[in-house]
């Protein structure tokens, strides 16, 4: 009796359906994220106080530090938000098709180095926003399909460098009033993240 349960019609269905679930929890997640920070840029146009100082990554103090995990939720205003807005969804998406386990892993990682290399190398200047995680999601993206070589993510990591291989130029010290430290060492986090997080040769892909 044949185990139509194998076959390579099952096997891709049993794939598809894995990657839908995944590109809908990813969705639902990046929704949830630029959800949580226009709240947040709202709350703060609309209050007297100045949450980007309160919570922003201030360079080579100690008190900065503080600042890591919640910078890349702060913005300087709604046109800063806007324009971290589409490719933090897209790049984050990316980031978080193969599963949101290593999606949040990824993301703790990118956070923590960015933030504390943007802390040694922007003394006495304020930093904010997501665009950190922008850099850092695009170095996952794209590295990750280096090192898992994973038919799927070798094709979405092309597509993502020809995409937005722009925005390295913002890893450059040329745009006054942009935190290319941050643009940086996200990337450098996401390129870190990816390596941390790569697939064993010896597993098995999901789809």
Request: cysteine-free; overall charge neutral.
């Amino acid at each position: 009796m044949s185990d139509y349960s194998r076959s390579p019609f099952e096997s891709a269905k049993r794939g598809a359906g894995t990657l839908l679930s995944g590109a809908l929890s990813a969705l639902l997640v990046m929704v949830a994220v630029l959800g949580a920070m226009w709240i947040i840029e709202i709350f703060d146009y609309i209050t007297p106080g100045d949450m980007d100082r309160e919570y922003g990554i201030l360079g080579g103090h100690p008190a900065g530090l503080m600042g890591i995990f919640t910078a890349p939720f702060m913005h300087m205003g709604f046109g800063h938000l806007i324009a971290n807005s589409l490719p933090l969804l897209v790049l984050g998406f990316l980031a978080g098709l193969r599963g949101l386990g290593k999606f949040f892993a990824a993301s703790l990682l990118i956070i923590v180095i960015g933030g504390i290399g943007t802390w040694f190398t922007s003394s006495n200047v304020f930093t904010v926003g997501a665009s950190g995680l922008v850099f850092g999601y695009f170095g996952y993206v794209v590295a990750r399909g280096l090192f898992d070589r994973h038919l799927l993510d070798i094709v979405i990591g092309i597509g993502t460098a020809i995409a937005y291989w722009s925005i390295l130029a913002g890893v450059l010290p040329n745009q006054p009033g942009i935190s290319w430290q941050g643009h940086l060492f996200g990337l450098i986090g996401g390129v870190i993240a990816a390596w941390v997080l790569r697939r064993s040769p010896t597993a098995k892909p999901v789809y």
